[in-house]
């Protein structure tokens, strides 16, 4: 019989506990959201790192013992998951560290880190008989749903701000989903959404409410642990929006101690833009409230964060900090990391780097120092954000002399 080791939700408030049997997004208690809890004993008797080090599987999937389904897709011919970790000696150098890795989730599927909540949402979701799935997304998110209902065969039905980049939008299309652009903010969308939940009954994938989400979302800490033999980094440096993938780090990292696995969790610090920064704001005021986003990193531009709680908590649980960006420094860390990884990062997939510039700059690295910077999302879907310090050249002419007049 097929088991899993998900025995229920824990409230990230109020701590209420209750069987995972019944299934729901929310608190009944308080509203708030939903930890995800296993049953770590039950875990350590059926899993090893040997045996995980023996897997083939080099997807998500090959950490199905900590993941709240049943069984793996049928069909997993599209690989989610199993990113690069990249090593950058001269970044490392340069900012006079020991050691510097990229974790390169641009190499998702639809081609952001949104995929490996997605991945493990419709496995849920069709473990729940559901055939339809909504959300609502700056982009990625739903770009990353239309992709992988397209692998799974399910139906997807997106809300988009009709402002969101025009290849993320045509993404979603190509992929044959079902996209309402909104007119109106990401927050606007996101009501929507809940709404058509409600109406529907529909499962919802939008980030911030759904637990299983976070589930997903945490494989890139169990990759990150596993492709450093174990041996945790001292900082990780995530991107926020609504608080879902940092939320995710820190419960990777938290289930891998809870195992025993690793002996500590990093410092995990949560990066916003200044035009939309309500996580950073709370970890300095004790309040989170809503603000008035508005920066060129689209998809980490959120009024009221929907997942708060749990980046709060994995700022403040680790030892991390809260970091405030210009969209200056946003753009040009997104060059750098570029040229000096040949890692093309979006917007706000380099807003984690631009906080790791901003953190040396300040000395809250120290030489000794080993740190991971997650990349979220390509740059590819938005060209016109990259174009605001890299200008195309004038053509020149096809012949030799033509090259020999403009080089250099
Ligand atoms: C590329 C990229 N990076 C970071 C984020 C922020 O994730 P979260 O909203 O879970 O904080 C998003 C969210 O859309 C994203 O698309
Ligand atoms: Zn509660």
Known sequence: METTNYIGLKCVSCGE?????????TCHACGENLDVVYDYSAISRM????????NSERSIWRYLPLLPVFSQPFNTTIQVGGTPLIQSEPLAQSFGIKGLWLKDDTRNPSGSLKDR?????????KEMGQETMV?????????????LSAQHDMEAVIFAPSSAPEAKLTQILQYGAKLFPVDGSYDDAFDLSTKVVEDTGWYSRSTGINPILSE???TVSLEIAEQLNWQIPDHVFVPVGDGCIIGGVYKGFYDLLKLGWIEKIPKIHAVQSNGSSAIVNALSTGTLSAVNASTIADSISV??????????????????????VSDDAILDAQHVLAKSSG??????????????????????????????????????????????????????????????????
């Open 216 to 218: 997903g979302k945490k």
């Open 47 to 54: 899993w090893s790192k040997d045996e995980l080090f023996k």
């Open 303 to 324: 009024d009221l964060p929907r997942d708060g709680l749990k980046a709060i908590r994995a700022v403040k649980e680790s030892n991390g900090a809260g970091i405030n």
């Open 135 to 147: 959300a609502a997304s700056t982009g990625n998110a739903a770009a990353s749903l239309a992709c």
């Open 343 to 408: 890692i093309f990062a979006e917007p706000a997939a380099a807003t984690g780097f631009a906080g790791l510039v901003k953190s040396i700059h300040q000395e809250l690295v120290s030489a000794d120092e080993r740190v991971v910077v997650l990349v979220t999302g390509t740059g590819l879907k938005d060209i016109k954000a990259a174009q605001n310090l890299i200008k195309i050249p004038a053509a020149i002419s096809p012949n030799l002399e033509s090259f020999k007049e403009h080089w250099n």
């Open 117 to 125: 909540a997605t991945e493990v949402g419709i496995q849920h979701a």
């Open 17 to 25: 506990l209750s069987s995972a049997e019944h299934f729901h997004y």
